[in-house]
């Protein structure tokens, strides 16, 4: 199994670029999130999901948007970066029960000039 | 002030030495995570509990529901445990994770 992956690994955007970051996970699991990790702050959730066609907003979902089509993948959107959504990125899955680990994607650095 | 914070937020150390990170939370919990990050590199779970202590090699984490506190001890540290450790929990009745800012420990051989 891969786990969780992330695509892609790195990416340069100039402001004002769109792009789409792509987590897919091979584990059947239900919940899905995607975090964002600046130096100082720890990570933040900025979108998460607990099924397919379902999304729900995190602490920081301003500028981002997200999609579930299928259950194995969460996209991130990015309509319109900005310098400030410079970051490393993030993707986690977990099942569904009360309370479990989450497993985590190798992430994607971002930088938005 | 953060729901969970951690001390210290950079630990530098000795090959050998017995090393306690902490983390304390001001929120109603279902379980307590301790996260390892390596420099470049992604998250790993070490520990999940909601109780009492777990031990995994030379790692041990521990808990105290009443006084919302947890500890992560590494005996004989090695320079291989230089990483983040990032303390998170899980919010009663959610299904989120709140992160604490992590500790940077460095291990000198």
């Known amino acids: 199994n891969a786990g969780v992956t992330q695509t892609p690994k790195f990416r340069v955007l100039k402001t004002g670029q769109s792009m789409t970051l792509l987590c897919a996970q091979d584990m059947n699991h239900e919940y899905m999130y995607w975090y964002r990790q600046d130096p100082g702050m720890g990570l933040r959730l900025i979108h998460y999901?607990?099924?397919?066609?379902?999304?729900a907003k995190g602490e920081v979902p301003d500028g981002y948007n997200v999609s579930r089509l299928k259950k194995q993948n969460f996209l991130l959107g990015l309509e319109s970066a900005a310098p400030s959504q410079t970051s490393v990125y993030f993707c986690?899955?977990?099942?569904?029960?009360?309370?479990?680990?989450?497993?985590f994607g190798p992430g994607t650095r971002l930088t938005v000039l | 002030k953060n729901e969970v914070e951690q001390s210290p937020q950079n630990l530098t150390a000795q090959e050998g030495e017995f090393i306690t990170i902490n983390c304390s939370y001001s929120v109603g919990i279902s379980a307590l995570h301790w996260l390892q990050q390596h420099p470049g590199g992604g998250i790993v779970s070490l520990f999940m509990l909601s109780s009492g202590k777990k031990k995994h090699g030379r790692l041990i984490a521990t808990i105290n529901i009443q006084e919302k506190h947890s500890s992560l001890h590494i005996t004989a540290s090695h320079p291989r445990d230089s990483a983040v450790y990032i303390c998170a929990v899980s919010l009663q009745g959610a299904q989120k994770l709140v992160f604490g800012q992590g500790t940077r420990l460095t291990i000198n051989p």
């Open positions: 999901s607990v099924g397919e066609g379902t999304t």
């Open positions: 986690a899955s977990r099942n569904s029960g009360r309370i479990d680990t989450q497993y």
